[in-house]
């Protein structure tokens, strides 16, 4: 299983971003998805999940900014991100949960005027 994240880039504060997660493999309508995000000189930290059957749970902090959602015909992950902030500026990860975990290489996400 190959997970590849993109979409990263500079966006303004307030502005919006949508990043996608592709996965090789054929299961990956039967596994949990999730993205977790890593600031500089920061912990990874939970951002978004979404359960095989589409149950979706999100980090308090996000307050409602960030939706996940995927498309398991194109077996790909993905989070929109709206009224970005600043602190929202960090790679993002993609996983995916399993008898194995597996983590994508990361997409980075910066936010600034």
């Known amino acids: 299983v190959q997970l590849q994240a993109s979409g990263g880039g500079l966006v303004l504060p307030g502005g919006s971003l949508r990043i996608s997660c592709v996965a090789s493999g054929s299961t990956f309508s039967s596994a949990a998805m999730s993205w977790y995000r890593q600031a500089p000189g920061k912990q990874r930290e939970f951002v978004a999940g979404?359960?095989?059957?589409?149950?979706?749970t999100y980090a308090s902090f996000l307050k409602g900014r960030f939706t996940i959602s995927r498309d398991n015909v194109k077996n790909t992950v993905y989070l929109q991100m709206n009224s970005l902030k600043p602190e929202d500026t960090a790679v993002y990860y993609c996983k995916r949960s399993g008898t194995v975990t597996y983590w994508g290489q990361g997409t980075l996400v910066t936010v600034s005027s």
């Open positions: 979404i359960s095989s059957g589409g149950v979706t």
